[in-house]
């Protein structure tokens, strides 16, 4: 399938909304130059605050929950993207990801769907033309546009059967809302100057979650899905898929866990508060009561795929930095210098927000455990996807780690806390090469029950 600009693109909403996108920001950069002035200012700071309110787009999901990601989501279809590496080691990751995803839905007898660009479909028919793939079950989608190879975080895919992509905002806009709802939330976390650098500098310490928006890869594909005849809504709050995580809680009732960063984000540009955020996200995801959705600190990423994991039933493993905190915080005493310094103050703001995390989930009813799984860009087995094979077997796919982790984690996902059959290892040498640009395996792939 082939999808080209044509009258699916004039029918997206981020080609028809950019008037509106740009009103909204016009109204808020009037309601900052008016903020010195407040008290002059009551009634028409109100004013423009109803406005902007008043530019919330109503639902158009149909009120339905995206795929868990819990085991009970049963996924059996992977929706992956490839695009390849523009220089040779990236582009040996991607095909090392593309040939991993292949080989993995095969043995499985999973169902797998690609969206590649025009350049790169010969990498992807060359792979599905070995004689070992025959029997997979495939498609591949074609757009003329460059593709992200993060597939998860610009779709969900709902119980309905609809699809679902996030909203379009300014990037400016949303860029100074999420920055303003970490600024609030993480006030007395670390000293002020600390804590302005880590603002400014989101790169070098939690890396700001706005990337769909900047490539607007959900434009791509909410055309692709309308090209597939799917009805296509768009969730109002700025969710990237990374960000909230479906599940359900320990007595089965369906929760949705969503990090603060979309929560506050959202929050700034609606002008809503918290509870509002959360009642726009039950509309669109179809849930009874904001009780539901579960507003979780971000556990010192800019996703929480990357330092959590839900593993069904009301249980979360979610991650514990405490003794790397440690052990910077004596290498700074020991050897003190703006190298050793700054890890210290890195890792004490990621164990405090860690700490706040479990807060949250603790105060939602969630049963915690505490592990660390992850290293920097060394390796994370928290970001990943559950799936179901064809005989009806529990896997989980991660990130490639070295070999002594791979084996504790092992252990825990199928002896100690018996949640899948096995768990299916990346090449450790592309895990490393995509964590390094702030993103794993569950970064790369988006699961469904069907397509």
Same mark, same amino acid.
């Given at each position: 399938?082939?999808?080209?600009?044509?009258?699916?693109?004039?029918?997206?909403?981020?080609?028809?909304?950019?008037?509106?996108?740009?009103?909204?920001?016009?109204?808020?950069? $009037?309601?900052?130059? #008016?903020?010195?002035?407040?008290?002059?200012? $009551?009634?028409?700071?109100?004013?423009?605050?109803?406005?902007?309110?008043?530019?919330?787009?109503?639902?158009?999901?149909?009120?339905?929950?995206? =795929?868990?990601?819990?085991?009970?989501?049963?996924?059996?279809?992977?929706?992956?993207?490839?695009?390849?590496? =523009?220089?040779?080691?990236?582009?040996?990751?991607?095909?090392?990801?593309?040939?991993?995803?292949?080989?993995?839905?095969?043995?499985?007898?999973?169902?797998?769907?690609?969206?590649?660009?025009?350049? &790169?479909?010969?990498?992807?028919?060359?792979?599905?033309?070995?004689?070992?793939?025959?029997?997979?079950?495939?498609?591949?989608? +074609? &757009?003329?546009?460059?593709? %992200?190879?993060?597939? +998860?975080?610009?779709?969900?895919?709902?119980?309905?059967?609809?699809?679902?992509?996030?909203?379009?905002?300014?990037?400016?806009?949303?860029?100074?809302?999420? $920055?303003?709802?970490?600024?609030?939330?993480?006030?007395g976390m670390i000293p002020q100057e600390?804590?302005?650098?880590?603002?400014?500098?989101?790169?070098?310490?939690?890396?700001?979650?706005?990337?769909?928006?900047?490539?607007?890869?959900?434009?791509?594909?909410?055309?692709?899905?309308?090209?597939?005849?799917?009805?296509?809504?768009? *969730?109002? !709050?700025?969710?990237?898929?990374?960000?909230?995580?479906?599940?359900?809680?320990?007595?089965?009732?369906?929760?949705?866990?969503?990090?603060?960063?979309?929560?506050?984000?959202?929050?700034?540009?609606?002008?809503?508060?918290?509870?509002?955020?959360? =009642?726009?996200?039950?509309?669109?995801?179809?849930?009874?009561?904001?009780?539901?959705?579960? /507003?979780? +600190?971000?556990?010192?990423? @800019?996703?929480?795929? #990357?330092?959590?994991? @839900?593993?069904?039933?009301?249980?979360?493993?979610?991650?514990?930095?405490?003794?790397?905190?440690?052990?910077?915080?004596?290498?700074? +005493?020991?050897?003190?210098?703006l190298t050793t310094e700054t890890m !210290?103050?890195?890792l004490k703001l990621q164990y405090e927000?860690?700490?706040?995390? !479990?807060?949250?989930?603790?105060?939602?009813?969630?049963?915690?455990?505490?592990?660390?799984?992850?290293?920097?860009?060394?390796?994370?087995?928290?970001?990943?996807?559950?799936?179901? &094979?064809?005989?009806?077997?529990?896997?989980? *796919?991660?990130?490639?780690?070295?070999?002594?982790?791979?084996?504790?984690?092992?252990?825990?996902?199928?002896?100690?806390?018996?949640?899948?059959?096995?768990?299916?290892?990346?090449?450790?040498?592309?895990?490393?090469?995509?964590?390094?640009?702030?993103?794993?395996?569950? /970064?790369?792939?988006?699961?469904?029950?069907? %397509?």
């Amino acid at each position: 399938m082939c999808v080209r600009k044509d009258e699916e693109e004039k029918q997206s909403v981020y080609e028809v909304g950019k008037s509106e996108e740009r009103s909204l920001h016009l109204l808020h950069e $009037t309601l900052r130059s #008016m903020q010195g002035e407040a008290r002059k200012n $009551t009634k028409a700071i109100e004013s423009i605050e109803g406005r902007i309110r008043g530019a919330l787009p109503s639902t158009d999901t149909g009120g339905s929950l995206p =795929q868990k990601k819990t085991p009970s989501g049963r996924t059996r279809v992977l929706h992956i993207n490839y695009s390849r590496g =523009q220089r040779d080691s990236s582009a040996k990751a991607e095909l090392d990801h593309l040939r991993f995803f292949v080989r993995t839905a095969g043995e499985l007898g999973l169902r797998l769907e690609i969206l590649t660009d025009t350049k &790169s479909r010969e990498d992807v028919e060359r792979e599905l033309a070995q004689q070992d793939y025959e029997t997979l079950d495939s498609t591949v989608l +074609e &757009s003329q546009e460059l593709v %992200s190879k993060w597939a +998860e975080d610009s779709v969900e895919y709902l119980k309905n059967g609809r699809v679902a992509v996030p909203n379009h905002f300014d990037e400016g806009l949303l860029e100074w809302a999420m $920055t303003a709802g970490r600024k609030h939330r993480w006030q007395g976390m670390i000293p002020q100057e600390t804590l302005e650098k880590a603002l400014q500098e989101d790169r070098s310490w939690i890396l700001l979650g706005v990337r769909v928006n900047a490539s607007r890869m959900a434009a791509i594909r909410e055309r692709v899905e309308r090209a597939k005849g799917k009805v296509v809504g768009h *969730i109002r !709050a700025y969710i990237e898929g990374g960000n909230a995580i479906a599940g359900e809680d320990a007595t089965g009732k369906s929760v949705a866990i969503v990090g603060k960063d979309a929560i506050g984000a959202t929050a700034h540009i609606y002008r809503l508060d918290e509870d509002g955020v959360r =009642q726009l996200i039950c509309e669109d995801f179809g849930l009874d009561s904001i009780e539901q959705v579960i /507003c979780v +600190e971000q556990p010192g990423k @800019f996703h929480l795929d #990357m330092g959590m994991l @839900f593993i069904g039933n009301g249980t979360v493993v979610l991650n514990d930095s405490s003794e790397a905190f440690r052990a910077a915080v004596e290498m700074a +005493e020991l050897v003190p210098c703006l190298t050793t310094e700054t890890m !210290a103050a890195k890792l004490k703001l990621q164990y405090e927000l860690e700490e706040e995390a !479990a807060k949250d989930l603790k105060a939602a009813g969630i049963e915690i455990k505490r592990k660390n799984l992850e290293s920097g860009r060394v390796y994370n087995f928290f970001n990943g996807e559950f799936v179901e &094979s064809k005989n009806g077997f529990k896997y989980f *796919i991660t990130n490639g780690g070295p070999k002594e982790q791979e084996e504790e984690f092992e252990a825990l996902m199928t002896r100690e806390w018996k949640v899948v059959r096995k768990v299916i290892f990346s090449p450790r040498e592309a895990a490393r090469k995509s964590l390094q640009e702030w993103g794993g395996v569950g /970064c790369r792939v988006k699961g469904s029950y069907e %397509s």
